[in-house]
């Protein structure tokens, strides 16, 4: 395979001394004012697989010469602003990129991003805090509002954070204007961008210096999609509508494959959510029995709108099994609070219900259906199923949890399937150091989920298939080296005549910037792609085993229909 040299020409006035002496050594005196350096750069094969950070720099470069500015990763135009004057924001439309090699060549991967700035000065936040507080609260309120926050000023590329915009209905409402786009929209801004820099004698030109272009119009492919499965559900089996990706529907009034009774349980409600409470009570009695759930009345205590007396009123209760907390707002730290009780000094299944979605009668009926499955599951039971041709086989997900607030320890998790129908799971969590993303302790937690396989079936599975979820693409090899190996010995601690048929190691990452837009009569769909539409050639990276399809649908019930993506890699 031939190699490349990369060098760079430079155009000097001067020459330093050490390079008069490395160069010109016999000519010192005849040195003319303008000379050539050749200055070695890298040496790279002909399939460039080891060029993608160079390639990246040079499109960086393209970018700022569109008058692009750089936040965070990605880059945004500042010169065609979004503004939303109700609520004093402004959005800056961008995009993200990356460069990779793929199985056919070096292609640049972008989607349309966007990023939300307040328009709101500090003078006017400052102003508007001391009307609201008064001038007595007002050098303490202002205090734990703007220190630490990052200001957007004229001069640099900053930003004013605000995490309570999420938390606006509204807000949020009028940014998914701007933000969500049809397939339609997305094509035509992604066409526009790589227009602008065809059109930019600038960038042009610096491409052109590199011998590089880009293609008018965006890749396109052909993919398989794989049929929707059969749903059997209790006695009976159904079919649902793939591109509606929701089986809320299908499942009213179908008996559960198994759901333990709910006999002996609580429900917490503050006073002034007393009314929403008893329509959700009501309610969950009319959609349980279709689903064979068994409900028995609840007992309901009364607590004050405050942790203490939350708490207080759970450790009074420790006696019943199952606990429903209907929580007057989603505050994080009040939720925490709760759950923490529930899991850690009183452990006891629980569910928390807010009640603001209680609030709306003609939802009622969807809200207490969703509570009753998520009941029935958090005690035992088995809702669905899917037919598994393959038989004596467990599916095993591991994950790991980072606590990027706290910054305490992370924690590994596995998860593995017990019978043929998937619809009965063992699970494991193991503590590990903080952004651990390697499992320590896989050995001991799949040990035990075989144990617990072979319990419940008299027999160990024939066949392992194991999900590795949020590994990024240097700790590939971490992940063959060290966790497989756990594996292998897991399996060898039950019974050197215990070999499975085959192992497969699945390493799953979500975080893809790929979009896929279904082309029908030559026109974007405006619908969504359908589920288990797969794609496994040309966009293989390079030196990489695996095949990328589409296991997740993200869907935005408005007008947003766009597909996100996993790479699966697959060690035998």
Not at 350 to 364: E, F, G, K, Y
Not at 411 to 440: P, T, W, Y
Not at 466 to 486: A, K
């Amino acid at each position: 395979m031939k190699e490349y040299h990369l060098t760079r020409l430079r155009h000097c006035r001067t020459v330093p001394k050490n390079k008069r002496d490395r160069y010109c050594k016999d000519m010192e005196n005849d040195l003319p004012s303008y000379c050539l350096l050749f200055q070695y750069v890298l040496k790279c094969r002909n399939n460039y697989s080891n060029t993608e950070s160079c390639f990246s720099i040079i499109f960086r470069r393209i970018l700022r010469i569109l008058n692009m500015q750089q936040i965070g990763r990605n880059y945004y135009n500042p010169s065609d602003p979004l503004n939303i004057p109700q609520h004093r924001l402004t959005i800056w439309p961008g995009y993200t990129t990356t460069i990779l090699q793929y199985e056919s060549s070096i292609m640049l991967c972008t989607d349309v991003s966007h990023k939300v700035l307040r328009s709101e000065t500090v003078l006017d936040f400052m102003g508007n805090l001391r009307q609201q507080c008064g001038n007595q609260r007002f050098p303490e309120i202002c205090a734990k509002e703007l220190i630490g926050l990052i200001v957007l000023t004229k001069g640099h590329r900053h930003f004013l954070q605000d995490i309570k915009m999420r938390a606006d209905f509204n807000i949020m409402k009028d940014l998914s204007t701007h933000t969500r786009l049809t397939p339609e929209q997305r094509e035509g801004r992604l066409n526009r961008f790589v227009s602008n820099i065809q059109r930019n004698a600038d960038a042009q030109a610096e491409l052109d210096k590199w011998g590089l272009n880009f293609d008018k119009q965006l890749l396109n492919l052909t993919s398989r999609v794989l049929p929707g499965e059969r749903i059997f559900q209790g006695p009976r089996s159904y079919e649902y509508n793939p591109r509606a990706a929701d089986l809320s529907k299908e499942m009213c009034g179908v008996p559960l494959i198994s759901s333990p009774p709910l006999n002996n349980w609580l429900v917490f409600h503050t006073r002034r959510n007393g009314n929403e409470t008893q329509s959700l009570l009501q309610t969950l009695n009319k959609v349980s029995g279709p689903l064979g759930i068994r409900i028995q009345r609840a007992v309901m205590i009364m607590y004050e709108d405050h942790q203490e007396s939350l708490l207080r009123a759970g450790g009074s209760s420790q006696q019943q099994e199952r606990q429903l907390v209907v929580l007057p707002s989603n505050r994080k730290d009040k939720y925490d609070s709760v759950k923490k009780y529930l899991f850690v000094d009183c452990p006891t299944p629980s569910q928390c219900v807010v009640s603001r979605t209680l609030s709306r009668p003609q939802a009622l009926m969807t809200v207490a259906t969703k509570i009753a499955l998520q009941m029935a599951c958090k005690m035992g039971g088995e809702l669905w199923s899917v037919e598994i041709p393959l038989k004596q086989l467990m599916i095993v997900g591991i994950d790991c949890y980072h606590d990027t607030i706290g910054g305490k320890r992370s924690i590994g998790a596995l998860v593995a399937s017990l019978n043929q129908s998937m619809s009965r799971k063992f699970s494991k969590c193991v503590l590990q150091h903080k952004g651990q993303e390697i499992m320590d302790g896989l050995k001991i937690a799949l040990t035990g989920a075989l144990k617990d396989y072979l319990k419940f079936n008299n027999s160990l599975p024939s066949r392992i298939i194991v999900y590795r979820d949020g590994v990024g693409d240097g700790q590939l090899q971490g992940v063959v080296n060290y966790e497989v190996s756990q594996i292998i010995d897991s399996i060898k601690s039950m019974g050197h005549d215990y070999v499975p048929k085959l192992s497969v190691v699945v390493v799953v990452k979500k975080r893809i910037s790929s979009r896929f837009f279904a082309h029908i009569n030559g026109n974007v769909n405006t619908c969504k792609t359908d589920e288990g539409n797969r794609t496994d050639t040309v966009l293989k990276l390079y030196n990489h085993s695996f095949f990328c399809f589409l296991l997740r649908n993200s869907s935005v019930k408005v007008h947003l229909e766009y597909i996100t993506n996993q790479i699966l890699v697959i060690c035998v």
